[in-house]
């Protein structure tokens, strides 16, 4: 079965450019859509974006001047930089499959995930 | 922005019947997903397309939709369903998309 893995500095500095990177494994990254979401400390889910195996991207409007998600099929990777980070970037960042439809937004769901990695943002 | 509305909390005892609400203009369009996340645990998804389950999920969590409105339903509600439960669906176009707040299960 598929699993996710995420990876990445656990503590970024502000105004610094946050990468992380998920590995996939028991699966290959083709053929579908795969998508970053993130949970601040105490409150709900927030997504980030997806991207599909062949490199188109979509991203949460309200982070997309300062969110790259890119992917590489031959290392079964995909990754999230996020730049001019602040205090309030600092959150549980996960991975997932954007499963479902061929074509996102039509009915596309987050399964698996990955276990999660804390990001914090500070001096 | 478009925005999915879940009441904070719901209170059960064990045995007993839990619904949670999800609200949303966009909902008589877009289909509708469940996620329960238990403490320092990742989101697992419980509920998709409104009312399938995945394998391996168990059957006392259904799911249903009336206009904008998605109901999840826990049926003879366990100790180990404790956790937070989150709805994600899509905006109207399905470009973007989004995350109720959460509601918190606590069963007394």
């Known amino acids: 079965q598929v699993q996710l893995q995420e990876s990445g500095p656990g503590l970024v500095k502000p105004s610094e450019t946050l990468s992380l990177t998920c590995t996939v494994s028991?699966?290959?990254?083709?053929?579908?859509?795969w998508s970053w979401i993130r949970q601040p400390p105490g409150k709900g889910l927030e997504w980030i974006g997806y991207?599909?195996?062949?490199?188109?991207?979509n991203y949460n409007p309200s982070l997309k001047s300062r969110v790259t998600i890119s992917v590489d099929t031959s290392k079964n990777q995909f990754s999230l930089k996020l730049s001019s980070v602040t205090a309030a970037d600092t959150a549980v960042y996960y991975c997932?499959?954007?499963?479902?439809?061929?074509?996102?937004?039509?009915?596309?769901?987050?399964?698996?995930w990955g276990q999660g990695t804390l990001v914090t943002v500070s001096s | 922005s478009y925005e999915l509305t879940q009441p904070p909390s719901v209170s059960v005892s064990p045995g007993q019947t839990a619904r949670i609400t999800c609200s949303g203009d966009?909902?008589?369009?877009?289909?509708a997903y469940w996620y329960q996340q238990k403490p320092g645990q990742a989101p697992v998804l419980v509920i998709y397309?409104?009312?399938e389950r995945p394998s391996g999920i168990p059957e006392r969590f259904s799911g249903s939709s009336s206009g904008t409105t998605v109901t999840l339903t826990i049926s003879g509600v366990q100790a180990e369903d404790e956790a937070d439960y989150y709805c994600?669906?899509?905006?109207?176009?399905?470009?973007?998309?989004?995350f109720g707040g959460g509601t918190k299960l606590t069963v007394l």
């Open positions: 991207i599909y195996y062949s490199g188109s991207t």
């Open positions: 028991g699966g290959s990254i083709s053929s579908y859509y």
């Open positions: 397309k409104d009312s």
């Open positions: 966009a909902l008589p369009k877009q289909y």
């Open positions: 997932a499959r954007f499963a479902g439809a061929a074509v996102a937004g039509q009915y596309n769901w987050f399964d698996p």
């Open positions: 994600q669906s899509a905006d109207s176009s399905g470009t973007y998309e989004v």
